[in-house]
């Protein structure tokens, strides 16, 4: 049998609702301010959308992107693309052969922006108007070929696609990539830039977004006995990781261990998941023993948690079963409530959050819980952080999906 090759996270980046970077966003994070805000635009009243507010990123990329960029990528690029510089020169922007180098980020909706505002050119001023850039920008491995081409990694470029748990799935890819021997260093993670009319309308459709428009920014309420749903966000989050033999030789910083990857589907239904929550169980499961770690290495988890009534306690459900009695131990932190839900960057975010607490040993609180659901047999943190205990720790990344896509992470302290 061959030995298991250990994955350490060296490298974070970010932009979200909270902040233009890791840092600003982890401090708002745990200050427990909300990203979400009413639209400047009239677009709710003019397509008369049943929700007017969203979690939109705190800094535009105009800021910060040259022009000639934000020209030839779509926003959901754009996001990975600062995501990605912040992460790679958080790791020392490592010397790697380019064939050992891998890129995996992945988005849930990919340039919707762009799919529809070429449509429109189309109806309104002809197919000779059309961009010539528009397929390339559209495309939903866009931002992990504009990462491929960031870095210069030449050893796979991926975006695997399972909706909102697609952030966490890409960097659990990213971790077999380096297992297998495929790759020394992998930047993976999550993006998504969907605050669009069309998406807040169909989500608002679907009844899964919150309607309290009066109030957005206490409208993410996970675990509340009044939650009616998430608020729509929008951001990046991408982590280097590389083989802990890699990181060692080059003396790099080490944030966490990528310990442990746990993956299923429900095989139930398209949007709802599994009522007894079997798919999320396996998937901590897996991760668990992936990790070669048992419950009651467990102190912290970051729940999928999206503030839709039925969603929620199934997911604490679940990780009861999962831990047993050891999930008395565990702060449980549903980080959606500040951040609103990012899709296809949700997972890459939060698992950066997990990593963070770990390191930090701050476990990052929820807000907006007033009227806690007593069906929560858990113990949420609520309002303000809560400090964790020194010594080996590990924590729980769940992200799930339309579709019935499971994934768990598991991060170990170093």
């Given at each position: 049998?061959?030995?298991?090759?250990?994955?350490?996270?060296?490298?974070?980046?970010?932009?979200?609702?909270?902040?233009?970077?890791?840092?600003?966003?982890?401090?708002?994070?745990?200050?427990?301010?909300?990203?979400?805000?009413?639209?400047?635009?009239?677009?709710?009243?003019?397509?008369?959308?049943?929700?007017?507010?969203?979690?939109?990123?705190?800094?535009?990329?105009?800021?910060?992107?040259?022009?000639?960029?934000?020209?030839?990528?779509?926003?959901?690029?754009?996001?990975?693309?600062?995501?990605?510089?912040?992460a790679w020169a958080d790791a020392g922007s490592p010397e790697v052969d380019p064939t050992r180098l891998g890129a995996v980020v992945s988005s849930g909706i990919g340039g919707i922006w762009t799919t529809l505002d070429a449509w429109d050119t189309l109806r309104e001023?002809?197919?000779?108007?059309?961009?010539?850039?528009?397929?390339?920008?559209?495309?939903?491995?866009?931002?992990?070929?504009?990462?491929?081409?960031?870095?210069?990694?030449?050893?796979?470029?991926?975006?695997?696609?399972?909706?909102?748990?697609?952030?966490?799935?890409?960097?659990?890819?990213?971790?077999?990539?380096?297992?297998?021997?495929?790759?020394?260093?992998?930047?993976?993670?999550?993006?998504?830039?969907?605050?669009?009319?069309?998406?807040?309308?169909?989500?608002?459709?679907?009844?899964?977004?919150?309607?309290?428009?009066?109030?957005?920014?206490?409208?993410?309420?996970?675990?509340?006995?009044?939650?009616?749903?998430?608020?729509?966000?929008?951001?990046?989050?991408?982590?280097?990781?590389?083989?802990?033999?890699?990181?060692?030789?080059?003396g790099a910083h080490v944030y966490a261990r990528l310990a442990g990857v746990g993956l299923s589907s429900d095989g139930y239904h398209i949007t709802s998941p599994e009522p007894e929550g079997r798919g999320q169980v396996a998937a901590m499961r897996s991760a668990l023993t992936d990790a070669?770690?048992?419950?009651?290495?467990?102190?912290?988890?970051?729940?999928?948690?999206?503030?839709?009534?039925?969603?929620?306690?199934?997911?604490?459900?679940?990780?009861?079963?999962?831990?047993?009695?050891?999930?008395?131990?565990?702060?449980?932190?549903?980080?959606?409530?500040?951040?609103?839900?990012?899709?296809?960057?949700?997972?890459?975010?939060?698992?950066?959050?997990?990593?963070?607490?770990?390191?930090?040993?701050?476990?990052?609180?929820?807000?907006?819980?007033?009227?806690?659901?007593?069906?929560?047999?858990?113990?949420?943190?609520?309002?303000?952080?809560?400090?964790?205990?020194?010594?080996?720790?590990?924590?729980?990344?769940?992200?799930?999906?339309?579709?019935?896509?499971?994934?768990?992470?598991?991060?170990?302290?170093?």
């Amino acid at each position: 049998m061959s030995p298991v090759i250990d994955v350490v996270v060296t490298g974070l980046g970010a932009t979200t609702p909270l902040g233009g970077d890791v840092a600003s966003t982890w401090r708002a994070a745990l200050a427990g301010e909300s990203g979400a805000r009413s639209l400047d635009n009239d677009w709710a009243e003019r397509y008369e959308i049943a929700v007017s507010f969203a979690a939109q990123i705190k800094v535009k990329p105009e800021e910060v992107l040259p022009r000639p960029e934000i020209k030839r990528m779509d926003p959901s690029a754009q996001y990975a693309i600062i995501a990605t510089r912040e992460a790679w020169a958080d790791a020392g922007s490592p010397e790697v052969d380019p064939t050992r180098l891998g890129a995996v980020v992945s988005s849930g909706i990919g340039g919707i922006w762009t799919t529809l505002d070429a449509w429109d050119t189309l109806r309104e001023k002809g197919g000779r108007r059309v961009l010539p850039m528009t397929v390339p920008m559209l495309m939903p491995n866009s931002p992990a070929a504009y990462v491929e081409l960031e870095i210069g990694a030449r050893a796979g470029a991926h975006a695997l696609v399972s909706a909102c748990a697609s952030g966490a799935e890409a960097i659990g890819y990213g971790v077999e990539m380096i297992r297998s021997g495929r790759a020394d260093v992998v930047v993976a993670g999550g993006t998504e830039a969907a605050i669009h009319p069309m998406p807040l309308a169909a989500f608002a459709a679907s009844r899964t977004l919150s309607t309290r428009n009066d109030d957005p920014a206490t409208a993410s309420r996970p675990y509340d006995l009044h939650r009616d749903g998430f608020v729509l966000g929008e951001g990046a989050g991408i982590v280097v990781l590389e083989s802990a033999e890699h990181a060692a030789a080059r003396g790099a910083h080490v944030y966490a261990r990528l310990a442990g990857v746990g993956l299923s589907s429900d095989g139930y239904h398209i949007t709802s998941p599994e009522p007894e929550g079997r798919g999320q169980v396996a998937a901590m499961r897996s991760a668990l023993t992936d990790a070669r770690l048992t419950a009651s290495d467990i102190v912290h988890v970051n729940a999928h948690a999206t503030s839709t009534v039925v969603g929620d306690l199934i997911e604490a459900r679940a990780v009861r079963e999962v831990l047993g009695a050891a999930a008395d131990q565990v702060a449980l932190s549903a980080t959606k409530s500040m951040t609103g839900h990012l899709l296809g960057g949700a997972g890459a975010l939060e698992t950066i959050f997990t990593v963070l607490a770990l390191a930090d040993r701050t476990a990052p609180p929820t807000i907006n819980v007033t009227d806690p659901d007593p069906e929560l047999e858990l113990d949420l943190v609520r309002d303000t952080p809560r400090a964790m205990r020194t010594g080996p720790i590990a924590a729980i990344n769940n992200s799930f999906g339309f579709g019935g896509h499971n994934v768990a992470l598991i991060v170990a302290s170093v």
